[in-house]
């Protein structure tokens, strides 16, 4: 191992143990570390430590050696739990906001990370001095990892869904503090962007049977799936599945159609979730119902009905997925 590995590991358990201390600190604190959890020190051990899980892999020489020490993990796995503590502390909701919402960006970032590497992993011309078997390993230990970092996602979103006000539905403040440009990103592109199409990336590698130039194979999860995918699969199938759930559950956010056209971007349907039934005419007429005296239709029958179009294609995506997913696929998760 090279010296500068070395000193990487050193780095990592520096890490490991300044979280683990942290835990133990505020746990024999309590309460005179009550506001703690949404302090800025707190916020910055949180992003830092995710920023290192997000982007070590893609600049580790030693692709092989990943498996016998993935760094990352390890690193993931100590802020998972110091977060957990944290927010297991009976706080007001004000202070554990800013910690969730931080945490589930890290996340965020850490899965587009993965989106983009994960690819060459598969593919077997980008990695030649490494055999097939090894490959498989390299790609089984990255699968463990984003089933973790989905199954975190996943859960944060079923305690934080779309909440419904005034006769809007608003989507969970995780979902809206991706709509900020990433700053790895391009200052168009919103950091719930990457994450949808990352999702959908994995979602498409686990489902569809077409063979292409950026995997070695993408075949469905029926028996006709290669000896080298499928238990790849196996490891994504239920996170990845919980993931695209609860985005669908927790991103439905309707047009709040009272509102004036200069501040009507602040609900807009970022997700497209209402736009299920444009294309149909007679079905929007029987959303709407009957119109004014002059042809128009009420704000109000409009907001039902956006409130209704929003909840039947989330209702729509969500069966979609659990077609996908059967009861031995999902009991396959550890």
């Avoid at 780095?11 to 506001?35: M, T």
């Avoid at 992003?47 to 993931?76: M, N, T």
């Avoid at 097939?132 to 390993?137: E, F, G, S, T, V």
Wanted: glycine content about 6%.
């Amino acid at each position: 191992r090279c010296k500068d590995d070395e000193i990487l590991l050193q780095y990592v358990r520096l890490v490991q143990f300044l979280l683990s201390k942290i835990q133990l600190v505020f746990e024999k604190n309590k309460g005179d570390l009550s506001s703690f959890p949404g302090s800025k020190e707190c916020l910055a051990a949180v992003h830092y430590s995710l920023a290192f899980a997000a982007e070590w892999y893609r600049d580790c020489q030693d692709k092989a050696g990943i498996c016998d020490s993935p760094l990352d993990l390890h690193v993931f796995l100590s802020t998972v739990k110091l977060v957990r503590r944290l927010l297991d502390f009976e706080a007001e909701r004000t202070i554990k906001r800013p910690l969730q919402a931080i945490f589930f960006t890290g996340l965020s970032r850490i899965l587009s990370g993965q989106r983009k590497t994960f690819p060459a992993s598969l593919r077997a011309s980008a990695n030649k001095k490494i055999g097939r078997a090894i490959r498989q390993k390299i790609c089984l230990a990255r699968a463990d990892y984003i089933g973790l970092v989905a199954s975190e996602m996943a859960y944060m979103l079923s305690t934080e869904q779309s909440t419904l006000d005034s006769g809007t539905l608003v989507a969970s403040y995780l979902v809206r503090d991706l709509y900020i440009a990433g700053e790895d990103e391009s200052p168009s592109i919103s950091r719930l962007a990457s994450v949808c199409e990352s999702v959908l990336w994995f979602w498409k590698y686990m489902t569809v049977h077409e063979p292409d130039e950026i995997c070695t194979v993408r075949l469905c999860s029926s028996a006709g799936t290669s000896s080298f995918d499928r238990p790849i699969i196996e490891r994504l199938y239920a996170p990845v599945s919980g993931l695209v759930i609860g985005l669908c559950g927790s991103g439905i956010e309707t047009r709040n159609v009272s509102l004036s056209s200069v501040t009507s971007t602040i609900n807009t349907d970022r997700l497209c979730v209402s736009e299920l039934y444009d294309s149909d005419s007679s079905c929007t007429e029987m959303v709407l119902g009957a119109t004014e005296d002059d042809g128009t239709v009420s704000p109000e029958k409009r907001a039902q009905a956006q409130l209704l179009k929003g909840l039947c294609h989330a209702a729509h995506c969500i069966a979609l997925v659990s077609v996908e997913l059967n009861a031995k696929q999902a009991t396959l998760y550890k």
